[in-house]
Every structure is written in C-alpha cells, then in structure tokens.
C-alpha cells in the first residue's frame, strides 16, 4: 500500500516542513488541491450534499502545480500530485504546461489528479460555461495527451481548436498518470474511460465499497486513490488492498502543529521506508 498526505489540510506555513518530512519518513506522495479564484458572492458556494458555504473568500490560494515545483526543489523521492486540479478552467495548453514542467523538474514525480469542479462562482467569474465543465474536461485531457506524446499536434473539437503545434519539453514519464476525483456517475465515468485512475472523497472501509462496486461496473480497472483520514491502525490496510485500493491519503495528526510529529509515529507503526531514489 502506498500512503498520501493531504497538504491542504494544513496551513500554508507548513506544507514544505511536512513535504520533506514526508519524503524522508518514506510516504510515496503529497497533495495540494486548488481553486482558481472565489467569489465574495456566496450563492453560488454550496458544497454538494451540505447547507453551507464551502468556501470562504479571504482563503488565500495558490497555484498547486507551481507550488509542487518548489517542493520539488526540496524532496527527492516522494510524488507530487493534485487533488484536483481544475484542468478545464484553462486551456490545455497552460495546465499541460504547468504539469509538464512539473514532471521534469521534479524528475518524474507528476501526478496529475483533476476534477470537473462543484464551485460555479469561479467558473462565472472566469466567463467559461459551467454546465460544459464535464465535456470540456474530457476534451482537454484528451488533448493534453496528445501534448506530452506526440511530436505535433493540431486539433479541432467542441471547445478547442488551435494549428499544428510543438509541444516540448514533454514530461518525463512515459504516461504521466492522470486521476479522476469525484464521486458523480460522470467522474465515475471518467476515471474509468479517460483516466489512470480515481481519487475518491473522504472514506471509511464501509463506505468506500458502493462507489468501488460503481467503478467496476464502468470497467475501471486503473489506480485506486482514498482519502482515508482515519485508519483504524496497520492491521485495517490489507482489508483495503483486497478491496483494490492502492494508496491511501492519510491524515494522522489531530493538530496541524503536530502533523511533523505524527507522520513519524504513523511511519513507525505502519513500517514505512524511504524508496529507493527515482
């Protein structure tokens, strides 16, 4: 099993203090996740499945894959992924640019999680059609491949056109993987169909076996991603393998100010070693 940590669950001020303890204590990735801009109106900011804002407009926001950049200047082994990127809320062009030089300067450590979005506010705000997000998404993915495969390329679809055009450098990897995160029948179906893999919502054992039994349904059969926050300890993780997950995004500290200190004990109970240097 491969274990995450969830960045976005902390304070900025600590993202690169647990990032390289993650790296050196042996788990295999990081995650920030990302919002382009917010809206002070707040209408349009309620989280799916709640009455209340998920939002708050005075959160500072970063652009994630150029802040994995600089974590990557400071790790050496551990992944650096997005849970999720917007990618749609931008032409192709700039997310697969801003992954491609992700994987580069990172040596090969990319992972690209993407996510059409619940939060129209930005969509408005940036004049691009929320009700097309999910076939704009599919489009842009599809195209993006293309970018970091094939030596030119020229496309005309529903939402982008452009002339042949070269596309360097390309990413390191051969397949940079792309995850879908969301639980909707169409990311779903995306993560089956398009995608390397699917990242869920927060889980539990119990809970996580219905949308596993929907995504097999769709054929998946590419990387599992849970946001497991709490593990009932070491001997819960084979449960989870036989179920098909492969990595689990954990969250062991119960402070923020703690995280350091906690991803050490958990390390420790859960046996966890630096790999190998890629």
Same mark, same amino acid.
């Given at each position: 099993?491969?274990?995450?940590?969830?960045?976005?669950?902390?304070?900025?001020?600590?993202?690169?203090?647990?990032?390289?303890?993650?790296?050196?204590?042996?788990?295999?990735?990081?995650?920030?996740?990302?919002?382009?801009?917010?809206?002070?109106?707040?209408?349009?900011?309620?989280?799916?499945?709640?009455?209340?804002?998920?939002?708050?407009?005075?959160?500072?926001?970063?652009?994630?894959?150029?802040?994995? /950049?600089?974590?990557? =200047?400071?790790?050496? @082994?551990?992944?650096?992924?997005? !849970?999720?990127?917007? *990618? #749609?809320? $931008?032409?192709?062009?700039?997310?697969?640019?801003?992954?491609?030089?992700?994987?580069?300067?990172?040596?090969?450590?990319?992972? /690209?999680?993407?996510? =059409?979005?619940?939060? @129209?506010?930005?969509?408005?705000? !940036?004049?691009?059609? *929320? #009700?097309? $997000?999910?076939?704009?998404?599919?489009?842009?993915v599809a195209v993006a491949r293309r970018l970091w495969s094939e030596p030119v390329v020229a496309h005309s679809g529903r939402f982008y056109?452009?002339?042949?055009?070269?596309?360097?450098?390309?990413?390191?990897?051969?397949?940079?993987?792309?995850?879908?995160?969301?639980?909707?029948?169409?990311?779903?179906?995306?993560?089956?169909?398009?995608?390397?893999?699917?990242?869920?919502?927060?889980?539990?054992?119990?809970?996580?076996?219905?949308?596993?039994?929907?995504?097999?349904?769709?054929?998946?059969?590419?990387?599992?991603?849970?946001?497991?926050?709490?593990?009932?300890?070491?001997?819960?993780?084979?449960?989870?393998?036989?179920?098909?997950?492969?990595?689990?995004?954990?969250?062991?500290?119960?402070?923020?100010?703690?995280?350091?200190?906690?991803?050490?004990?958990?390390?420790?109970?859960?046996?966890?070693?630096?790999?190998?240097?890629?």
């Amino acid at each position: 099993m491969k274990f995450g940590v969830p960045l976005g669950l902390l304070h900025p001020a600590a993202w690169k203090d647990v990032a390289v303890a993650a790296d050196e204590l042996g788990f295999e990735s990081v995650w920030l996740p990302e919002h382009l801009v917010f809206t002070t109106d707040l209408s349009t900011a309620v989280y799916p499945g709640t009455s209340d804002p998920g939002i708050k407009p005075s959160t500072p926001l970063f652009d994630a894959p150029a802040y994995l /950049c600089s974590l990557a =200047a400071r790790t050496s @082994r551990v992944r650096l992924g997005t !849970a999720v990127h917007l *990618f #749609a809320l $931008r032409h192709p062009f700039v997310s697969a640019r801003a992954f491609a030089t992700l994987d580069v300067v990172s040596s090969g450590r990319a992972v /690209c999680g993407v996510g =059409a979005g619940w939060y @129209r506010g930005e969509w408005d705000a !940036a004049g691009i059609s *929320f #009700a097309d $997000r999910g076939a704009r998404l599919d489009e842009a993915v599809a195209v993006a491949r293309r970018l970091w495969s094939e030596p030119v390329v020229a496309h005309s679809g529903r939402f982008y056109a452009f002339p042949e055009v070269a596309f360097e450098p390309k990413p390191v990897q051969h397949r940079l993987p792309i995850l879908c995160g969301g639980e909707s029948p169409a990311a779903l179906r995306r993560a089956a169909r398009l995608c390397d893999g699917w990242i869920s919502m927060p889980h539990t054992l119990a809970s996580i076996r219905p949308q596993l039994d929907r995504l097999a349904a769709l054929g998946g059969t590419g990387s599992v991603t849970v946001h497991a926050y709490e593990l009932g300890g070491p001997e819960e993780v084979p449960s989870w393998a036989a179920l098909g997950v492969d990595r689990l995004i954990v969250r062991p500290w119960r402070r923020g100010r703690d995280a350091v200190t906690a991803l050490e004990s958990f390390a420790a109970a859960y046996g966890l070693s630096p790999p190998a240097a890629l």
